[in-house]
Each structure stands twice: as structure tokens, then as C-alpha cells.
T-cell receptor, first 115, second 114 residues
């Protein structure tokens, strides 16, 4: 069974802080993704990575950056946290698509509050 | 970019009835359509998916249909049970290199009442 682990379930930070959200997967997946989930807006893609040190912007990358130094770990960074970044953050991973799209497997999420 | 619309936002059915959730997408290049179920406080879980070369797929009480011409797809749950109560998300995927980039709908909260 695929295991995607996010380091914190709940996190409270202050405006202006630099915040790190960590995600680890144990299935040797090539692709990793960061989403944020807000009521009435569904899941929106922030960034994704298809290989170590490779990253691509998703639909809402502003205010975020990512790091993928090892295949199993994908970090989301809020450079200077703001209150509008209060949200549920979900990490996901998938194998490389090859000739067909592959399903994404999600972690339990980190509920981040910025005060 | 891709835009996915999902309806209804809330759905209440009686146990044993059927439930239907509908989604439309905008980009004809989308070729993979997964459905996720998210129970309260839990992670989204894939329940069924369909690829663009297939019109219908069924897995026990769950089925998904795809109309590529009209750019819409639907989730059908038959003989609903209380444990089907959750938020359901549809998504459409465009392949970017070796990654499938998903665009999600806004979710449908399904309540199955006794």
C-alpha cells in the first residue's frame, strides 16, 4: 500500500515567518505534488515535481516555493507566510505516467494556520 | 488552462437510492478522469477512474461514464449506504511530460440518510 506521510497534521505560524511543510513517500514514485484545499474551491495545484531537483508551477504558485533534493521527499516552502495562506495542504505522489496516466495517492494533509 | 465544473455541491439521498454527480471539463486534451472520495478528516482516496478511450467503467456499486464529445463525465452510485456519505471530487488530467497534472472540481458533499 502506498504511504505518503506529511510531517505535521496541524501547524500554527505567524505572519512573515518562513514555513516548511514536509512530505515523504515510500513507493519510489517519480512524481510528487502539493495542493491546497479550501472550502468551496476543491483542491488546487501549487507545484509538482517529476524528478529530483525538477519542479514545475501549478495553478497557484505565488507565495510558495518547493524543494526536491531526494526522490522520496518533497518540501513546500512559504517564504513569508501570510494570513491568506491559512489552509489545508495536501501532498500526493504517483509513478511516472509512461504511456498512460497514473493515479495520485494523497497524504493525510497539514492544516496550517497563519496568525 | 483546464477548468472543471462539478454539480451539485450538496446531495442528499435516502439509503438504497442512487446518487449521480456530474462534471464538465474544458480542455479536449484531457484524457484521464479520476474520482476521489474524502471522508471527514481523512485523505482523498481514489475510488474509480476512467481513461478517454473508454466510455463507461463499473466497479460494484460505482460506475463512471464519459462523453468526450460533450466533455462531461459522471459518477453513479447505486444502492447507497450510510458509509457512502463523504465529499466526492472529480478531476481531469492532462499529461505534462511524465506527470499527470490534475484539475479538480469543487466537490460534492453526499449525505446518505437512513
Amino acid at each position: 500500500d502506498v504511504k505518503v506521510t506529511q510531517s505535521s497534521r496541524y501547524l500554527v505560524k505567524r505572519t512573515g515567518e518562513k514555513v516548511f511543510l514536509e512530505c515523504v513517500q515510500d513507493m519510489d514514485h517519480e512524481n510528487m505534488f502539493w495542493y491546497r484545499q479550501d472550502p468551496g474551491l476543491g483542491l488546487r495545484l501549487i507545484y509538482f515535481s517529476y524528478d529530483v531537483k525538477m519542479k514545475e508551477k501549478g495553478d497557484i504558485p505565488e507565495g510558495y516555493s518547493v524543494s526536491r533534493e531526494k526522490k522520496e521527499r518533497f518540501s513546500l516552502i512559504l517564504e513569508s507566510a501570510s494570513t491568506n495562506q491559512t489552509s489545508m495542504y495536501l501532498c500526493a505522489s504517483s509513478v511516472a505516467s509512461g504511456t498512460a496516466n497514473q493515479p495520485q495517492h494523497f497524504g493525510d494533509g497539514t492544516r496550517l494556520s497563519i496568525l | 488552462g483546464e477548468n472543471v465544473e462539478q454539480h451539485p455541491s450538496t446531495l442528499s439521498v435516502q439509503e438504497g437510492d442512487s446518487a449521480v454527480i456530474k462534471c464538465t471539463y474544458s480542455d479536449s486534451a484531457s484524457n484521464y478522469f479520476p474520482w476521489y472520495k474524502q471522508e471527514l478528516g481523512k485523505r482523498p482516496q481514489l475510488i474509480i477512474d476512467i481513461r478517454s478511450n473508454v466510455g463507461e467503467k463499473k466497479d460494484q456499486r460505482i460506475a463512471v461514464t464519459l462523453n468526450k464529445t460533450a466533455k462531461h463525465f459522471s459518477l453513479h452510485i447505486t444502492e447507497t449506504q450510510p458509509e457512502d456519505s463523504a465529499v466526492y471530487f472529480c478531476a481531469a488530467s492532462i499529461r505534462t511530460g511524465t506527470a499527470s497534472k490534475l484539475t479538480f472540481g469543487t466537490g460534492t458533499r453526499l449525505q446518505v440518510t437512513l
